[in-house]
């Protein structure tokens, strides 16, 4: 019973697994600039399924991220920054076109930034995206992955113990 309960497991997973093998990477790096204000730097990596990624649009839920502004975009990017409304229950939303030939397999574009207030504790958690056809219609979504640097009092004490 227990191998036949574990060898239904593995077959399932096994073929699961390649419906979340293909899409993008997006890399997520939050760095904080004041009280609540933070800034993230999106990386976007495309890994060949589509061939290239020409559209994508990361989500900031509406209960945890306000005031969200457009930092910078790469060349060759059409981007837009749109506002949650907590009104609609609406996330905002960050949305990069590109205006050339997009992110081709195992090419990574970087410089996708935004401004934001958190209204959560803590630090941003990571957040929802899709890769989209020139139709605009999702054909990927998951999660970025967050990497963390360390808040300046973190930073400052640090420094501080160095010098003690």
């Known amino acids: 019973m227990k191998r036949n309960l574990l ?31 933070w800034l993230v730097d999106f990386v976007v990596t495309g890994d060949g399924a589509p061939a290239a990624i020409n559209d994508f649009t990361i989500y900031f839920p509406d209960a945890s991220f306000a005031s969200l502004s457009l930092g910078a975009s790469p060349g060759g990017w059409d981007s837009i920054v749109v506002q949650p409304d907590t009104t609609l229950h609406s996330p905002g939303f ?3 076109l590109a205006l050339g030939t997009g992110i081709g397999n195992g090419v990574s574009i970087g ?10 504790g803590g630090s941003p958690p990571a957040l ?6 020139a ?21 400052w004490l640090m ?4 010098g003690a």
């Open 111 to 120: 410089g996708f930034e935004v401004k934001f207030s958190f209204l959560g």
């Open 159 to 162: 420094l501080a113990g160095f």
């Open 94 to 96: 960050l949305d990069s």
């Open 7 to 37: 060898a239904s497991l593995i077959g399932a997973a096994a073929l699961i697994a390649p419906l979340h093998a293909i899409g993008a990477g997006i890399n997520a790096t939050y760095k904080p600039v004041s009280g609540n204000q």
């Open 135 to 155: 139709n605009f219609h999702a054909i990927y979504s998951g999660l970025t992955t967050v990497t963390a640097v360390p808040e300046p009092e973190t930073a």
């Open 128 to 133: 929802r995206f899709d890769i989209n056809d």
